[in-house]
């Protein structure tokens, strides 16, 4: 025995039974409120007698049945009428929710880039369009975050694991390859495995950047720089470099792990990118109602329309792009927490070399 579904009613046809409903029953009390008074004012006169102050002269009158008869009619047409002014007052309120449904089933389709952007009254219904389009958003990044991952990533590690592999073959295909040989091709191949390895780590990072912050927890810039510059000094001192730091608590709001990972990202560019006896200067204050972070460098001078270049993913102001230890993320990666965080970012470049770079949190938990 199979079992009957139940009848779809859409919500437009309930609010306009809702309404229908509350329109007729105004309707009845408003008759009932007439016609029981005259009813019992009608009883209340002997046969006979008239009604004292009534007028007797001819006219116009209408009788009790009458009245009870046009009420009953009246009642019987407000039926279709009330039926009628519901659905369209239903259809009204609900014309931005069907908007909402019909724009969310085209971003669903694949188009993230369209906005429901509900104009008119504010009321519960724009609220619910703003809730939707800040959830829009955070998905496109989302989104994109995973698509620029999976590009950056097959196109940055497509060089090296040729690399890897070309010596591998090279090493097992050698009949007289002894055991220094293979030895080094080893190394070699744990070297370029090394370098994999933290190529791919940079690349999370700025994909987790780049998807949004999905926690707010109370931090104080001042402790996580200087969690940073406590594993960073030995590498300042083996590069000759003199680094200073004036950390003044700026307490702001994120998530520790990004913004642990912007400061390190700027601590490690300025290692990487200077002189021998140059310098580094790292500067955490409270900057009007805003926690700032500043970095400052020696280093090559920079030209200024090079600067926005520089925080985009893999770009160096050096050809070789696989030169060195850097992969050209790491400004990318400040510019990306940055955005995530809806901070400030200002990147200055100095007369005598080098970057000045300054992050603005909102300040406070």
């Keep these: 025995m199979t079992s009957r579904r139940p009848v779809r009613r859409s919500l437009r046809t309930r609010l306009a039974l809702a309404y229908a409903a509350g329109i007729y029953a105004a309707g009845v009390l408003v008759v009932v409120m007439v016609d029981v008074p005259l ?33 009953a009619v009246a009642l019987t047409v407000l039926v279709p009428v009330s039926l009628a002014l519901g659905w369209y007052v239903a259809g009204r309120f609900l014309r931005p ?17 369209r906005r429901l952007d509900l104009g008119g009254p504010a009321d519960e219904l724009t609220e619910l369009g703003h809730t939707l389009d800040d959830l829009f958003a955070r998905l496109q990044a989302s989104f994109d975050a995973q698509r620029h991952f999976v590009a950056n990533a097959s196109h940055e590690l497509r060089t090296p694991l040729a690399g890897l592999r070309t010596l591998l073959e090279v090493a097992l295909a050698d009949p007289d390859a002894d ?8 190394e070699e191949a744990l070297a370029l495995g ?39 000094r030995d590498q300042a001192k083996q590069a000759g470099l003199d680094l200073a730091e ?11 792990r990004l913004i642990e990972s912007l400061i390190a990202n700027l601590i490690d560019n300025a290692v990487r990118h200077n002189h021998a006896n140059g310098h580094i200067e790292i500067t955490t204050r409270v900057h009007g109602t805003q926690a700032a972070l500043t970095v400052t460098n020696s280093g090559p001078v920079i030209p200024g329309d090079q600067i926005q270049r520089l925080l985009q993913p893999f770009q160096k102001l050096s ?22 965080h809806r901070a400030i970012l200002t990147a200055d470049a100095r007369p005598e070399g080098g970057l000045s770079i300054t992050v603005l949190f909102a300040q406070g938990p």
Excluded: F, M
Aim: proline share 6%; hydrophobic share 45%; glycine share 14%.
């Design 179 to 186: 055991t220094g040989t293979l030895r080094a091709a080893c």
């Design 319 to 340: 050809p070789d792009r696989h030169g060195g230890d850097g992969y050209g993320l790491g400004l990318a990666i400040v510019h990306a927490v940055t955005r995530a």
């Design 39 to 71: 009813a019992s004012i009608d009883a209340s006169v002997p046969r006979g007698l008239a009604a004292p102050g009534a007028v007797t002269g001819a006219g116009p009158g209408i009788s009790l049945p009458q009245l009870l008869i046009g009420s």
């Design 194 to 232: 090394g370098h994999q390895e933290r190529l791919v780590q940079a690349l999370l990072t700025l994909a987790t950047s780049e998807r949004g912050v999905t926690r707010w927890d109370p931090l104080d810039l001042a402790h996580l720089a200087g969690n940073v510059l406590a594993t960073r």
């Design 246 to 256: 004036q950390l003044a608590p700026a307490v702001t709001s994120g998530d520790p």
């Design 97 to 113: 929710l069907r908007a909402i449904t019909a724009t969310a089933k085209v971003i669903s389709a694949g188009n993230l880039h």
